[in-house]
Every structure is written in structure tokens, then in C-alpha cells.
T-cell receptor
Framework: GAVVSQHPSWVICKSGTSVKIECRSL??????MFWYRQFPKQSLMLMAT?????????EQGVEKDKFLINHASLTLSTLTVTSAHPEDSSFYIC?????????????FGPGTRLTVL | RKEVEQDPGPFNVPEGATVAFNCTYS??????FFWYRQDCRKEPKLLMS???SGNEDGRFTAQLNRASQYISLLIRDSKLSDSATYLC????????????FGTGTRLKVLA
């Protein structure tokens, strides 16, 4: 149980284009999802917290107009990197907490590797 | 100062060795702690939660020292398959589910 999927697993795009990444909880409902970014040899950095049906909460330094997050259902959150540039190339990982969960364990998706040319 | 700090390593140890990692945290309000394992180019996977009383899962033992604000992970009888990066995670203060990750400690078990 507690499986989280991400799509696509990798994407290569041209500078200036937008890329959408999907995060789905497959066998549970997730009221809260998180989006992280990880650069090579660095740790995961939380970008934003996404709650179903409400606006995402962004961490300091993360541009909300560049990284659009939509959490329209209890099983799906999307991250759109708008006008991507080479410095946005990174490993993007989502995680989810189950609705009504009594624990604080986050379940991670397999990640999406974004390369912007 | 980073909120969660780890020695990045790498730790190169022979098969069968015992190895220990420490992690310090700065937020005294943090309530929960975890050790995650991350293989190269993969997502983190939960290894174990860390309790004040200490907990053991097979060859892995985790300890929490609230007075000194550090967490430890001990791996006994290291296997080649233990080679990975071990991430220390602190759950932010009360009322939040935010994870704060350390930079990770890289372990390489050698044959």
C-alpha cells in the first residue's frame, strides 16, 4: 500500500517551454502533497506544500508564478514549471500523506528528472 | 547553520563492518525523526523512524538524544547492498508535516 507515482519519469525540453509533472497517490487519498527539488550531490529541498482544494504554500525563495501547483483531487497534484531554463534542470520529487493518517510518514514518488536545454 | 546537519562522507567500509552515522538538528521543537535511504537517481525510501527509546530493525539501530539534539544510525554486518546515501530527516515543529532533510551521508560497502 501507499504507492505514489509520478509522470513523466524524465523529460527533456527546450528553454522557454513549460513542463507539467503529475503526482498521483495510487491506493490512498492524499490531502497533503509535497514537492521537492534535488540538485546533484545536494539534499532534497522542499519547494511547496499542496493541500487538496486550496492554494499551495511555497517555501521562501520559490517563485509561485514559475512553479504552478494544482491539487484538484485527493489523488492528484501537478507541478508546472513555466518558461523553463537550464538552471531549472533538477530531480523533482513529490510525496504524499494519507487522508486521516495518524502518522506523519510521507510516501515518495519515484521522481521526475528534468533537463532543460 | 543548517537545520539538519550530516557528515556527507563518503564512508568506505568493508563487508561485515559496523558503521555509525550521526546527524544533528537545531530545532528543539522537532518531534519526529526518520532515517531514509536514497539510491543513486532514485527517490528516498523510509528506512526507519527514530524514537527516544531507540529502535532496532534487524541490522539497523536508530537512537535519538534530545538533550544533545542528535540522531544516530548504526548498521551492523554491512552488506554490499547497504551502499547508498542515508538521509536524516526532522519533522518541523508542532503543527507541521514539513520534512527537513539533511544533505545525506554516503556509504560505500566494499567487497
Amino acid at each position: 500500500g501507499a504507492v505514489v507515482s509520478q509522470h513523466p519519469s524524465w523529460v527533456i525540453c527546450k528553454s522557454g517551454t513549460s513542463v507539467k509533472i503529475e503526482c498521483r497517490s495510487l491506493d490512498f487519498q492524499a490531502t497533503t502533497m509535497f514537492w521537492y527539488r534535488q540538485f546533484p550531490k545536494q539534499s532534497l529541498m522542499l519547494m511547496a506544500t499542496s493541500n487538496e482544494g486550496s492554494k499551495a504554500t511555497y517555501e521562501q525563495g520559490v517563485e509561485k508564478d514559475k512553479f504552478l501547483i494544482n491539487h484538484a483531487s485527493l489523488t492528484l497534484s501537478t507541478l508546472t514549471v513555466t518558461s523553463a531554463h537550464p538552471e531549472d534542470s533538477s530531480f523533482y520529487i513529490c510525496s504524499a500523506i494519507g487522508a486521516g493518517s495518524s502518522t506523519d510518514t510521507q510516501y515518495f514518488g519515484p521522481g521526475t528528472r528534468l533537463t532543460v536545454l | 547553520r543548517k537545520e539538519v546537519e550530516q557528515d556527507p562522507g563518503p564512508f568506505n567500509v568493508p563487508e561485515g563492518a559496523t558503521v555509525a552515522f550521526n546527524c544533528t538538528y537545531s530545532n528543539s521543537a522537532s518531534q519526529s525523526f526518520f532515517w531514509y535511504r536514497q539510491d543513486c537517481r532514485k527517490e528516498p525510501k523510509l528506512l526507519m523512524s527514530v524514537y527516544s527509546s531507540g529502535n532496532e530493525d534487524g541490522r539497523f539501530t536508530a537512537q535519538l538524544n534530545r538533550a544533545s539534539q542528535y540522531i544516530s544510525l548504526l548498521i551492523r554486518d554491512s552488506k554490499l547492498s547497504d551502499s547508498a546515501t542515508y538521509l536524516c530527516v526532522s519533522l518541523g515543529g508542532s503543527g507541521t508535516y514539513k520534512y527537513i532533510f539533511g544533505t545525506g551521508t554516503r556509504l560505500k560497502v566494499l567487497a
